[in-house]
Nanobody, 123 residues
Framework: QVQVVESGGGLVQAGGSLRLSCAAS????????MGWFRQAPGKEREFVAY????????SYADSVKGRFTISRDNVKTSVYLQMNSLKPDDTAVYYC????????????????WGQGTQVTVSS
């Protein structure tokens, strides 16, 4: 069983950048597909990006494509989300999650979740 902890959230102006980190422990990190999700107030949790076990495959939500980049370091057992050109609509709590299956953008496919980190983008 893997545990994940997010960090790196904060307040940023529109057009700015943030880099989120997710540190994993307690399991074999390379067994897991890693994903980022976000949830804004009053909205459902939505898919942002995922990365395959060795980083060869990635997928992004259309809303972040070209602005966000997901990456992972299996030696450091960490996954990252570089967020550029941030918009007020990106404001949400961002969650890191781990799954044993590849290809799903549904939160139900992810077994392990962090507590989330708040990202606020001001206009």
């Amino acid at each position: 069983q893997v545990q994940v902890v997010e960090s790196g959230g904060g307040l940023v102006q529109a057009g700015g950048s943030l880099r989120l980190s997710c540190a994993a422990s307690g399991g074999t990190f390379s067994r897991y597909v890693m994903g980022w999700f976000r949830q804004a107030p009053g909205k459902e949790r939505e898919f942002v990006a995922y990365i395959s076990r060795y980083g060869r495959s990635t997928s992004y939500a259309d809303s972040v494509k070209g602005r966000f980049t997901i990456s992972r370091d299996n030696v450091k057992t960490s996954v990252y989300l570089q967020m550029n050109s941030l918009k007020p609509d990106d404001t949400a709590v961002y969650y890191c999650a781990a799954a044993t299956v590849l290809g799903s953008t549904s939160p139900q496919a992810y077994d392990y979740w962090g507590q989330g980190t708040q990202v606020t983008v001001s206009s």
